[in-house]
């Protein structure tokens, strides 16, 4: 299996994870499954398919999603195995900064009208 990018590469997923994530869990499989699921998260929440129309969104928002997907995804590498963080206080503060900011972008994308992203 190779990870074939749409919406979040690998090297943003380990950069939101930080340089103590497991390697074990981060695997190409794993960056597939993550970048789905945010994916079909993100595509639920905008009513809006991202698989096929990312493409047509505007520089502004598509880095919005990217980063939604890349916390995600940094965030559920943290959590695979925190053992490699200085302690789970270090791993889980992590994961509660990630969660703080997705939902802030939550709201920006609920809050906007998908006309608003698409660039025409």
């Known amino acids: 299996m190779v990870f074939s990018a749409n919406i979040v590469t690998v090297a ?8 103590n994530r497991d390697a074990t869990g981060d695997v190409d499989a794993n960056h597939i499954f ?25 520089a502004g928002i598509k ?4 980063e939604w997907a890349a ?4 965030m559920e590498l943290i959590r695979f195995n925190m053992a490699g963080y200085t302690s ?8 509660n900064i990630h969660t703080y900011r997705m939902r802030q972008i939550e ?14």
Do not use: H, P, W
């Open 12 to 19: 943003e997923m380990q950069f939101m994870a930080g340089e």
């Open 107 to 120: 709201k920006l994308l609920e809050d906007a009208s998908i006309q608003d992203f698409i660039g025409v």
């Open 71 to 74: 916390r995600f995804a940094g």
């Open 34 to 58: 993550l970048q789905d699921y945010a994916e079909a998260y993100l595509s639920g929440l905008l009513k809006f398919n991202l698989s096929t129309g990312f493409s047509a969104l505007t």
């Open 63 to 66: 880095v919005i999603i990217t």
């Open 88 to 95: 789970r206080v270090e791993a889980e503060d992590m994961i």
